[in-house]
């Protein structure tokens, strides 16, 4: 019997290696593998020939991911860029004549067209995706928010004319029950939800420290 001799650089013996393609998820992610399973209303134990319930799950996942927010809207003729409400500019108005949308400024807010009668979650239940088993840390929830590309002037005048309104990819950290709002974090160019020191963002952002 001879003795087995490790190569030194046996960490680019295995990089070199091509085993083939796998299922295993390589995308570094500080979303929970949970948040993206879809809600399904089938038994965890299902009657032989019919769908599983994994399998209904996965059909889902893949289904929504197709989905996109900005271009469903577009299809039916909605910018947008428009559904925020924005300052009252007189000297801009166009006339009826000139048939330019709209003649009227947009003024109702979109929390009066809320309707949670068919969400398949409740706020905390979405909210509630971003624990992992095991583990006391909450992580972000995976979403999609309208919000303005120029952050500084969003957060000075959300209203104003100059701002352009995108659907951008976000983590969502909180949710206040009295508002009725969540609390989201735009993602960064890896789709990573981070704080100003490159650290992810747990538990909505709350650290010891306060």
């Excluded at 929504?64 to 039916?76: E, G, H, R, S, V």
């Excluded at 009252?88 to 330019?100: A, L, R, V, Y």
């Excluded at 840390?137 to 952050?151: F, Q």
């Amino acid at each position: 019997v001879t003795t087995f001799t490790m190569p030194e650089d046996f960490g680019s013996v295995l990089d070199k290696q091509v085993i083939g393609p796998t299922t295993e998820n390589l995308i570094k992610s500080d979303f929970p593998v949970q948040s993206f399973k879809p809600k399904v209303q089938i038994a965890f134990q299902g009657l032989p020939g019919r769908c599983s319930r994994g399998m209904e799950i996965e059909r889902r996942r893949r289904l929504y991911l197709t989905f996109n927010i900005a271009q469903l809207l577009a299809n039916k003729g909605i910018d947008s860029n428009q559904l925020m409400p924005r300052h009252h500019d007189p000297d801009n108005m166009p006339t009826i004549g000139e048939k330019k949308d709209p003649v009227f400024p947009i003024y109702l807010p979109l929390k009066i067209f809320d309707n949670d009668d068919y969400d398949c979650r409740t706020p905390e239940d979405w909210i509630s995706l971003g624990l992992e088993p095991g583990s006391h840390d909450r992580k972000p929830v995976p979403g999609k928010a309208l919000l303005p590309t120029d952050d500084v002037l969003g957060h000075e005048d959300p209203k104003s004319q100059k701002l352009i309104y995108e659907w951008i990819d976000v983590g969502v950290l909180d949710y206040d029950k009295e508002t009725k709002l969540y609390l989201v974090h735009k993602t960064d160019k890896n789709g990573l939800v981070r704080d100003e020191e490159g650290r992810p963002i747990l538990n909505g952002g709350i650290t010891p420290e306060g």
